[in-house]
T-cell receptor, first 112, second 116 residues
Framework: GENVEQHPSTLSVQEGDSAVIKCTYS??????FPWYKQELGKGPQLIID?????GEKKDQRIAVTLNKTAKHFSLHITETQPEDSAVYFC???????????FGQGTRLTINP | DTGVSQDPRHKITKRGQNVTFRCDPI?????LYWYRQTLGQGPEFLTY????????KSRLLSDRFSAERPKGSFSTLEIQRTEQGDSAMYLC??????????????FGPGTRLTVL
C-alpha cells in the first residue's frame, strides 16, 4: 500500500522568511496530493492541492511542487506570518483507493 | 455553506463501555470518510461510504467498530467494549460527487475520545 514520509517533523523560521516541507510517496498510482493545516483542537483544513498532471501550483503565499519521477512533492510558504504556525500534513491518494494516506506532520513555528 | 459537523466534540468513557459518534457531512456531499488520529500522527483511514454503501474498510477497523450511513446523509461510528488504545481523535470528512478523480476531502472538527 501507499506510504508517505514527511520531513522535517519540526520547523522553526523567522517571521518573513520562507518555509519548505517535503514529502515522498511510494505508490506510483497516486495522482492527488493535498496539503492540510491543523491548528490545536481543530480538524485538518485544506490549504492547497495538486494533481499529477501539473508540476506546480500557487495560491498567494503558498505553492506546491510535484516531481512524479522522483515521487516527491513539497510545500513552500513565503513571507511567513505568526498565523502560519500550525501542524502541516501532506497526503497522497488516487481514485481507485478513495482514501488519503497522510504523512506524519510538520510542526511549523513562526518566530516574531 | 456549513462545514462538516461532528458530535460530540469530546467523549470520556470507561474501558468496556460502548460509544457512538455522529458526523453530518456538507450538504450534497455523497462521499463520507472516517479517519482516526492519535497524538503526534497524521490521520489514518478507517472507512469510506458512497451514499449509504460502505465501500471500503481499513484493517484498523476491528470487529468492535461499526459504521453506518443509513440514508446516505449523516453517519455514525460505534465502538463497542472500548479499550484504552481506542483513545484518539476521530475525524470525519466528506467529498462531493466524483468528477473523474479523487476530490477534495473536507474535514470536520473531530471527536476526541478518552478511554479511562
Amino acid at each position: 500500500g501507499e506510504n508517505v514520509e514527511q520531513h522535517p517533523s519540526t520547523l522553526s523560521v523567522q517571521e518573513g522568511d520562507s518555509a519548505v516541507i517535503k514529502c515522498t510517496y511510494s505508490d506510483s498510482a497516486s495522482n492527488y496530493f493535498p496539503w492540510y493545516k491543523q491548528e490545536l483542537g481543530k480538524g485538518p483544513q485544506l490549504i492547497i492541492d495538486i494533481r499529477s498532471n501539473v508540476g506546480e501550483k500557487k495560491d498567494q503565499r503558498i505553492a506546491v511542487t510535484l516531481n512524479k519521477t522522483a515521487k516527491h512533492f513539497s510545500l513552500h510558504i513565503t513571507e511567513t506570518q505568526p498565523e502560519d504556525s500550525a501542524v502541516y500534513f501532506c497526503a497522497a491518494g488516487h481514485q481507485g483507493a478513495q482514501k488519503l494516506v497522510f504523512g506524519q506532520g510538520t510542526r511549523l513555528t513562526i518566530n516574531p | 455553506d456549513t462545514g462538516v459537523s461532528q458530535d460530540p466534540r469530546h467523549k470520556i468513557t470507561k474501558r468496556g463501555q460502548n460509544v457512538t459518534f455522529r458526523c453530518d457531512p456538507i450538504s450534497e456531499h455523497n462521499r463520507l470518510y472516517w479517519y482516526r488520529q492519535t497524538l503526534g500522527q497524521g490521520p489514518e483511514f478507517l472507512t469510506y461510504f458512497q451514499n449509504e454503501a460502505q465501500l471500503e474498510k481499513s484493517r484498523l477497523l476491528s470487529d468492535r467498530f461499526s459504521a453506518e450511513r443509513p440514508k446516505g446523509s449523516f453517519s455514525t461510528l460505534e465502538i463497542q467494549r472500548t479499550e484504552q488504545g481506542d483513545s484518539a481523535m476521530y475525524l470525519c470528512a466528506s467529498s462531493p460527487p466524483a468528477s473523474g478523480g479523487l476530490d477534495t476531502q473536507y474535514f470536520g472538527p473531530g471527536t476526541r475520545l478518552t478511554v479511562l
